[in-house]
DNA sequence: GTCTATATCAAGATAGAC
DNA sequence: GTCTATCTTGATATAGAC
């Protein structure tokens, strides 16, 4: 028998801490707020997690652990293939980590200083430069730049879901970053 | 003589909090922070706002303002126009009140509750229905949004100056928004 | 593993001197 | 107009019972 997705306490503070922390910030949000969403009290957070900061590390290793795989996938192709298959798998990526992907595009830079965060920001850079088909033309990295940010913040929003979502982002992400060829192939 | 350019504190006050406010959020920004850094005491910002939610109050106005004089412009152009007119303004509005924009468009969609923002929060959503040469396909209103929170976060980042922003971002959002024709005009 | 206290600290805001 | 206290509240975190 399948065993039932009863989710632990621990599981349920993560999604519900993650869904505040990209809403309304790190700051923003209050163990109060989580413990009453979870359903606990604040000391029961804290036997958990040693602390606030500690469940957004946790938040942040998932997301890590993910941008890791992609970026290992991407290695070996030459650029403009490692273009075509970061987008595709940068917005599946987003749609799955909803809450995660927002945090270290908008919560996790306000902490630049923490080391146990340049891991990952660096990773969101490789990404980048993997979306821009390694191109140092400013222009291309601004572009990328706004696409990520972009994707990130509509898929924060629970307006849409995510099957809407992906192709309209494929769509959108493909227009905006991938320069048109002039020449037959 | 030219009056000095000499900045009153008021003013101060309204560039520092903006910064901060779109840089870490209303919520991460104390108001000890912003003292600090306009070089004053906490009480001398409570003099001259009564708290630190009237001093977001007059940061929003400042960009509803713009907002509504760049609406005004596209009142009598049919779609087309106003979505090439829309693009080009809102970029140029962006670069020149990026902490402002990032507040209408990160920080307020926190305080949805707030009456006081329900107008500006309007503009935004119709300033989206003009970008989108007022589409009702859930996937150009996810592209529009799309791009409206890239460039809104992409303005924030100081590692670029306008001069090489402006061009690019342009690029980005018609590429991604203009959709292509393909009859001759 | 989760709770009820409670300690500690920082934030927003006020009062009144200068 | 700006300062130095000071008040009040709410947040993180701890201690110890169940």
Redesign the interface.
């Known amino acids: 028998m399948v065993r039932m997705a009863r989710v632990s306490t621990r599981d349920e503070i993560l999604r519900v801490a993650g869904d505040q922390f990209a809403?309304?910030?790190?700051?923003?949000t209050s163990l109060q707020d989580i413990a009453v969403e979870v359903g606990c009290s604040k000391a029961a957070l804290l036997y958990h997690f040693a602390g606030k900061e500690q469940i957004l590390l946790a938040l942040v290793a998932t997301a890590e652990h993910a941008l890791t795989g992609l970026l290992a996938d991407l290695g070996d192709l030459d650029p403009a293939a490692a273009q075509a298959l970061a987008i595709e798998r940068f917005v599946d990526l987003v749609l799955e980590f909803r809450r995660e992907a927002a945090l270290v595009?908008?919560v996790v830079p306000?902490f630049h200083s923490e080391p146990a965060f340049c891991s990952v920001l660096a990773q969101a850079d490789e990404l980048c430069a993997a979306i821009t088909a390694r191109s140092d033309d400013?222009?291309e990295i601004?572009?990328a730049?706004?696409?990520?940010?972009?994707?990130v913040?509509?898929a924060i929003?629970d307006k849409?879901d995510a099957a809407?979502?992906r192709?309209?982002?494929l769509?959108?992400?493909r227009?905006?970053?991938i320069t048109p060829h002039h020449d037959k192939d």
């Open positions: 809403r309304v910030g790190f700051k923003g595009y908008e306000q400013p222009a601004i572009a730049q706004t696409v990520l940010h972009g994707v913040n509509v929003d849409w809407q979502l192709p309209a982002l769509r959108v992400a227009r905006a970053l």
